[in-house]
């Protein structure tokens, strides 16, 4: 048997804080073998960063950190900071989560690379400039001899991971810890990045440390697989054993909270599909109501109530951005109808034009053909007091809450901004609306007083919700609203978002790429590539039944936690692939 190339025994990490010790890791003992993928998962605050950074000698120095952590048997707790300087990115090195954080913005790709080749002595000069080409067309960048002397923001999201990877296998390390690679990237990218990683595994018997909360991203890849929860390892063994026959509660329970893209088949789809039968013919009713009034105006001549106008209608939107007088048209000839009490998902890779859209529906980027009509009105030809009138109508819930929440202010006045900003109510009263709202987002009136840094990432999100029904909205616009979140905490988030539309009724415009959650959600979607639509319908129609190649191949790349079925995609996808080219 070989030996491990990357050992934990017993770890043990504390933290030194103004109030008291604080213990992140409680005895971790696991191994890395040369050329396997062993996953640790487990929520944020799990441990499962801080077991990853004590391999690197990466921990502030307020760290405690007691047990043993040998790379080839060599103990990394004893090394000297020149030691560790070495060990870094020669034998050792990592993939960050977020590419353009893990680049210098400020300097050339070729720079960067070549700094990592001179400073561990693998090559100099123009030797580490050709060996720089070779690295980046080894992990797929196209033209690398010319892309290489570009800057990081001139690559996409994919390519600046892929260069990250390849700095990371640049001195040929016996450990890459890759801490999520692709939690920020859509499905068909992701799929791309963990082919990559597969495959430098292979050819370079690469051990890998998978750090991720995704468990159809550990099927994907991992051979092993290391479960934490609260600093301790409370499951461990082959994955085919430990997604497949669970037997903590808590590796059931990540397991059960992620969403599945449903098969054809499945019973669940008849019952939603008996709910959207009601839901519609409700729908119907009230329209047709003679005594109707929300949103439905009486004809005078017939006496008869007219259909309410859709919530959200695209007639032939073409949509631009213009930079030093010259125009770039990214979304083209758009058409799309949201009806009230509809949730359609937005779908589509990075770059597609989603939250382009999403931006001129709020009226942050203007239309330049076509019509955008919200409840009728063609928001681009109203005026400006028309406009905000409208607008009151529409609420938002933004990607990451932590960056949309002002920090400066109060819970409270954080969700009745609104009501301050159209003029609504008294003090008195905005302040009986923020606690009705955290009511029915399930936080108790107690956070009313505290501020957005106090709170957790699935709290802060609820939050952005209530704020988004403040003015109860007839159209919802919801951009990415829990890619950010754990996946338990996700489905929390899902849940209650589910319960809120049904109970006020309002009509969303939900962009997302994670298929399985506009799977959960949405009764209609629309899937975009290079800002154009490639195929819209039902639901059902489209994630169970697509007709173009596009959708299909991204069906295929959106990963399920199960390593038999996750191995036949796979093999479906790169079929896919091979059909198109």
Same mark, same amino acid.
Request: aromatic share 4%; hydrophobic share 40%; net charge negative.
């Given at each position: 048997?070989?030996?491990?190339?990357?050992?934990?025994?017993?770890?043990?990490?504390?933290?030194?804080?103004?109030?008291?010790?604080?213990?992140?890791?409680?005895? *971790?003992?696991?191994?890395?073998?040369?050329?396997? +993928? +062993?996953?640790?998962?487990?929520?944020?605050?799990?441990?499962?960063?801080?077991?990853?950074?004590?391999?690197?000698?990466?921990?502030?120095?307020?760290?405690?950190?007691?047990?043993?952590?040998?790379?080839?048997?060599?103990?990394?707790?004893?090394?000297?900071?020149?030691?560790?300087?070495?060990?870094?990115?020669?034998?050792?090195?990592?993939?960050?989560?977020?590419?353009?954080?893990?680049?210098?913005?400020?300097?050339?790709?070729?720079?960067?690379? *070549?700094?990592?080749?001179?400073?561990?002595?693998?090559?100099?000069?123009?030797?580490?400039?050709?060996?720089?080409?070779?690295?980046?067309?080894?992990?797929?960048?196209?033209?690398?001899?010319?892309?290489?002397?570009?800057?990081?923001?001139?690559?996409?999201?994919?390519?600046?991971?892929?260069?990250?990877?390849?700095?990371?296998? =640049?001195?040929?390390?016996?450990?890459?810890?890759?801490?999520?690679?692709?939690?920020?990237?859509? *499905?068909?990218? /992701?799929?791309?990045?963990?082919?990559?990683?597969?495959?430098?595994?292979?050819?370079?018997?690469?051990?890998?440390?998978?750090?991720?909360?995704?468990?159809?991203?550990?099927?994907?890849?991992?051979?092993?697989?290391?479960?934490?929860?609260?600093?301790?390892? *409370?499951?461990?063994?082959?994955?085919?054993?430990?997604?497949?026959?669970?037997?903590?509660?808590?590796?059931?329970?990540?397991?059960?909270?992620?969403?599945?893209?449903?098969?054809?088949?499945?019973?669940?789809?008849?019952?939603?599909?008996?709910?959207?039968?009601?839901?519609?013919?409700?729908?119907?009713?009230?329209?047709?109501?003679?005594?109707?009034? =929300?949103?439905?105006?009486?004809?005078?001549?017939?006496?008869? =109530?007219?259909?309410?106008?859709?919530?959200?209608?695209?007639?032939?939107?073409?949509?631009?951005?213009?930079?030093?007088?010259? =125009?770039?048209?990214?979304?083209?000839?758009?058409?799309?109808?949201?009806?009230?009490?509809?949730?359609?998902?937005?779908?589509?890779?990075?770059?597609?034009?989603?939250?382009?859209?999403?931006?001129?529906?709020?009226?942050?980027?203007?239309?330049?053909?076509?019509?955008?009509?919200?409840?009728?009105?063609?928001?681009?030809?109203?005026?400006?007091?028309?406009?905000?009138?409208?607008?009151?109508?529409?609420?938002?819930?933004? /990607?990451?809450?932590?960056?949309?929440?002002?920090?400066?202010?109060?819970?409270?006045?954080?969700?009745?901004?609104?009501?301050?900003?159209?003029?609504?109510?008294?003090?008195?009263?905005?302040?009986?609306?923020?606690?009705?709202?955290?009511?029915?987002?399930?936080?108790?009136?107690? +956070?009313?007083?505290?501020?957005?840094?106090?709170?957790?990432?699935?709290?802060?999100?609820?939050?952005?919700?209530?704020?988004?029904?403040?003015?109860?909205?007839?159209?919802?616009?919801?951009?990415?609203?829990?890619?950010?979140?754990?996946?338990?905490?996700?489905?929390?988030?899902?849940?209650?978002?589910?319960?809120?539309?049904?109970?006020?009724?309002?009509?969303?415009?939900?962009?997302?790429?994670?298929?399985?959650?506009?799977?959960?959600?949405?009764?209609?979607?629309?899937?975009?590539?290079?800002?154009?639509? +490639?195929?819209?319908?039902?639901?059902?129609?489209?994630?169970?039944?697509?007709?173009?190649?596009?959708?299909?191949?991204?069906?295929?790349?959106?990963?399920?936690?199960?390593?038999?079925?996750?191995?036949?995609?796979?093999?479906?996808?790169?079929?896919?692939?091979?059909?198109?080219?």
């Amino acid at each position: 048997m070989p030996e491990p190339v990357l050992s934990y025994k017993d770890i043990r990490v504390s933290f030194a804080t103004e109030f008291g010790d604080v213990d992140a890791v409680k005895g *971790v003992s696991f191994e890395v073998m040369p050329g396997e +993928v +062993v996953a640790v998962v487990g929520e944020s605050g799990s441990g499962k960063s801080v077991t990853s950074s004590t391999a690197m000698g990466l921990l502030p120095e307020n760290a405690t950190v007691e047990g043993e952590v040998l790379l080839e048997g060599r103990s990394v707790l004893q090394m000297s900071t020149a030691e560790l300087r070495r060990l870094r990115g020669s034998d050792i090195s990592m993939v960050f989560q977020e590419p353009m954080t893990a680049l210098n913005p400020v300097l050339r790709v070729s720079d960067q690379l *070549v700094e990592a080749l001179q400073v561990h002595d693998v090559a100099f000069g123009a030797d580490a400039l050709e060996k720089s080409v070779e690295l980046l067309e080894r992990v797929g960048i196209p033209d690398a001899r010319t892309k290489i002397r570009q800057y990081p923001h001139q690559f996409s999201g994919g390519q600046r991971q892929r260069i990250v990877i390849a700095m990371a296998i =640049a001195c040929g390390p016996k450990v890459i810890i890759a801490d999520e690679p692709t939690t920020a990237l859509d *499905v068909t990218v /992701q799929a791309e990045i963990l082919d990559l990683l597969r495959e430098l595994k292979q050819e370079l018997n690469t051990g890998i440390l998978l750090i991720t909360h995704n468990m159809g991203v550990v099927a994907d890849m991992a051979d092993r697989v290391v479960v934490m929860l609260n600093g301790e390892v *409370v499951e461990t063994g082959p994955v085919t054993k430990i997604l497949g026959h669970p037997e903590h509660p808590y590796t059931r329970r990540l397991l059960a909270a992620m969403p599945l893209l449903r098969e054809a088949g499945d019973p669940a789809l008849e019952q939603d599909r008996e709910r959207e039968r009601v839901r519609v013919t409700e729908r119907a009713m009230r329209e047709n109501s003679p005594g109707a009034t =929300a949103g439905v105006s009486t004809g005078a001549a017939s006496g008869a =109530a007219s259909v309410a106008p859709p919530a959200l209608e695209a007639k032939d939107v073409a949509l631009e951005y213009k930079f030093r007088r010259k =125009a770039t048209r990214v979304v083209h000839d758009l058409n799309f109808t949201v009806q009230p009490g509809e949730i359609m998902g937005l779908v589509g890779e990075s770059g597609s034009g989603k939250s382009t859209v999403a931006k001129a529906v709020l009226g942050l980027l203007d239309i330049a053909e076509g019509e955008l009509r919200v409840r009728g009105e063609n928001m681009p030809t109203l005026p400006a007091k028309q406009k905000k009138a409208l607008k009151r109508e529409i609420g938002v819930v933004f /990607q990451d809450p932590a960056a949309s929440l002002d920090p400066r202010f109060p819970i409270g006045d954080i969700i009745t901004e609104p009501m301050v900003v159209h003029k609504e109510g008294d003090k008195n009263s905005r302040t009986a609306r923020a606690r009705e709202l955290l009511d029915a987002v399930r936080l108790p009136s107690s +956070v009313l007083n505290r501020y957005p840094h106090e709170l957790s990432g699935g709290q802060r999100q609820r939050i952005s919700i209530a704020r988004a029904l403040t003015l109860n909205p007839t159209l919802l616009i919801a951009d990415e609203p829990t890619s950010a979140l754990d996946v338990s905490v996700q489905a929390a988030v899902l849940e209650l978002f589910s319960e809120l539309q049904q109970q006020y009724g309002f009509a969303c415009l939900f962009v997302s790429h994670d298929l399985a959650v506009v799977d959960s959600l949405a009764h209609k979607v629309l899937v975009m590539q290079k800002g154009r639509t +490639v195929e819209q319908g039902t639901t059902d129609e489209v994630l169970r039944h697509a007709r173009e190649s596009y959708t299909q191949q991204l069906l295929a790349a959106a990963p399920v936690p199960n390593p038999e079925v996750q191995a036949r995609r796979r093999t479906e996808r790169q079929r896919l692939l091979a059909a198109l080219s």
